[in-house]
């Protein structure tokens, strides 16, 4: 069979043999991530444009190996992906960032990444309720925030949980938007209460066709009634430009860098102090 013709290649092929030993081990690390304390959560800030109000914090996932060193998460996400790992990991973020949240009474929106495999969980839903529930956190505290980078219409199962949880009245925001092959579609699917338009629209606009390209984004969303977001913001002059393109909200490097909890409570005592 094809199977067993592949099992030789893997076998024969000392490179294969070692990518194949890699991604098992990265399989084993992610499976045991939660229990052996490698995986955090790390917290960026989101700002309204036009006031300098913070709106919230997207929560970001970080891995460790067992000696520190840390694995990017364009690595380990589509791994835990591909092994299914991403459902307990996704599950275990969401539950930690609504306890830090709780904790720190930060009375803010947290924006939490999910992936497609999650929503395809039958229970997802229910269990996101359950962790609301369990930390006291109203409903739109919560925003989850999908990929366009990936299909999700086909799916019924994907339609009751993103139904059952705008019915609960958690945000859905789209991200990346712009890069993936959804596209507009989504748009007229759901009613994301937040688009974030993928930082290599910010990143073209050094031309003035960029400049165009962004600027026809925002104005298409404006006008479908969407609030819009531009991530990936690193300099004074990009921010100038949003503000005149009329973007709602902003993160980046130039407003602040993901940082674990410790670090937000931190920062948030000497803007009170
Ligand atoms: P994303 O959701 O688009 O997250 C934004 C990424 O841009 C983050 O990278 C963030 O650290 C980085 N970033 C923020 N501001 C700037 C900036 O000003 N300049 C630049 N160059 N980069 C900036 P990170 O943390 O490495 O995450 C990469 C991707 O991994 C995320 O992209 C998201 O797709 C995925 N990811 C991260 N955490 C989770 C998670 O908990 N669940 C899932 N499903 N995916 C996650
Ligand atoms: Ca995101
Ligand atoms: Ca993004
Ligand atoms: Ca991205």
């Known amino acids: 069979s094809k199977f067993a013709g592949r099992a030789r290649v893997t076998i024969y092929d000392p490179r294969t043999v070692g990518v194949d030993r890699s991604s098992e081990n990265l399989t084993d690390l992610l499976t045991h991530a939660v229990e052996r304390q490698l995986i955090s959560v790390v917290y960026q800030p989101i700002f309204e444009l036009d006031t300098g109000r913070l709106l919230g914090h997207e929560t970001l996932m970080r891995l460790r190996e067992v000696d520190g060193r840390a694995i990017s998460p364009d690595v380990f996400i589509p791994a835990a992906e591909q092994s299914g790992a991403i459902v307990d990991l996704g599950m275990w973020v969401i539950d930690q960032a609504c306890a830090d949240m709780a904790r720190a009474g930060l009375g803010t929106v947290i924006a939490a990444n999910i992936s497609a495999v999650q929503l395809k969980a039958p229970n997802f839903s229910l269990r996101v309720a359950e962790i609301l529930n369990r930390h006291g956190l109203a409903p739109h505290q919560l925003a989850l925030e999908v990929t366009e980078r990936i299909d999700l219409i086909p799916e019924p ?117």
């Open 157 to 273: 199962q994907v339609s009751r949980n993103l139904d059952h949880l705008q019915n609960l009245g958690v945000q859905m925001w789209l991200d990346d938007f712009g890069t993936g092959y959804a596209g507009i579609g989504w748009l007229r699917r759901f009613e994301f209460d937040i688009v974030k338009i993928d930082r290599s629209f910010l990143n073209e606009c050094q031309t003035a066709q960029g400049v165009r390209m962004l600027h026809g984004m925002v104005s298409l969303l404006r006008s479908l009634g969407r609030t819009v977001l531009v991530e990936g913001v690193e300099t004074e002059e990009q921010k100038q430009l949003l503000r005149r393109l009329g973007v709602d909200l902003v993160q980046g490097y130039l407003m602040g860098r993901p940082e674990p909890i410790s670090e937000v409570l931190r920062g948030r005592r000497n803007l009170v102090a």
